[in-house]
T-cell receptor, first 116, second 115 residues
Framework: AQTVTQSQPEMSVQEAETVTLSCTYD???????LFWYKQPPSRQMILVIR??????QNATENRFSVNFQKAAKSFSLKISDSQLGDTAMYFC?????????????FGKGTKLSVIP | GAGVSQSPSNKVTEKGKDVELRCDPI?????LYWYRQSLGQGLEFLIY????????KSGLPSDRFSAERTGGSVSTLTIQRTQQEDSAVYLC?????????????FGPGTRLTVL
């Protein structure tokens, strides 16, 4: 079974500063995908960034980047130049090709507050 | 274009009643998922539909839960004899054909409250 662990239930960061959210996962699969989703109070889950396990290069999307450590099964999200609109729940998620359905397994989430 | 829509946005029901939650996926998306987001359990997979294939029901928590997808488009999640532990946000997601992983697009969810 696949598990995803987010050890930081809540975090806060000053506007314009940098923050890192942690995520670890456990799997015996070799072909898998990792994601960070953002869920603002509107409840709409929004994909922030994705990483394919076979890619060694860390994914980046504008102010968002990941530190993917495959051997350590770690997948952290760095948000640079934090903005008030980044305030949300952030979920780390995992899926793999073996199941066929590509269903997502989520961590419990980290509530991020950006302080003006 | 239009995203995934869900209705109702909020639903309050009494224990023991049946409820139906609706999901309209993005047009042309052949795969559809239901997830449940509850305080105690976090986000959990419930059921998956892909085209005309038999659905993957492995995440349904009990036989009180069922879902169908008509015409390969709209899906309805039905909860019979609701219990207080069914209170949660029910999220629907859709994606294009799964030759490989494709991004799942989520709807805004239905918040179910069972009194």
């Amino acid at each position: 079974a696949q598990t995803v662990t987010q050890s930081q239930p809540e975090m806060s960061v000053q506007e314009a500063e940098t923050v890192t959210l942690s995520c670890t996962y456990d799997t015996s699969e070799s072909n898998y995908y990792l994601f960070w989703y953002k869920q603002p109070p509107s409840r709409q889950m929004i994909l922030v960034i994705r990483q394919e396990a076979y890619k060694q290069q860390n994914a980046t999307e504008n102010r968002f980047s990941v530190n993917f450590q495959k051997a350590a099964k770690s997948f952290s999200l760095k948000i640079s130049d934090s903005q008030l609109g980044d305030t949300a729940m952030y979920f780390c998620a995992f899926t793999y090709s073996g199941a066929g359905s590509y269903q997502l397994t989520f961590g419990k989430g980290t509530k991020l507050s950006v302080i003006p | 274009g239009a995203g995934v829509s869900q209705s109702p946005s909020n639903k309050v029901t009494e224990k023991g009643k049946d409820v139906e939650l609706r999901c309209d996926p993005i047009s042309g998306h052949t795969a559809l998922y239901w997830y449940r987001q509850s305080l105690g359990q976090g986000l959990e997979f419930l059921i998956y539909f892909q085209g005309n294939s038999a659905p993957d029901k492995s995440g349904l928590p009990s036989d009180r839960f069922s879902a169908e997808r008509t015409g390969g488009s709209v899906s309805t999640l039905t909860i019979q004899r609701t219990q207080q532990e069914d209170s949660a946000v029910y999220l629907c997601a859709s994606t294009a054909l799964l030759a490989t992983y494709n991004e799942q697009f989520f709807g805004p969810g239905t918040r179910l409250t069972v009194l």
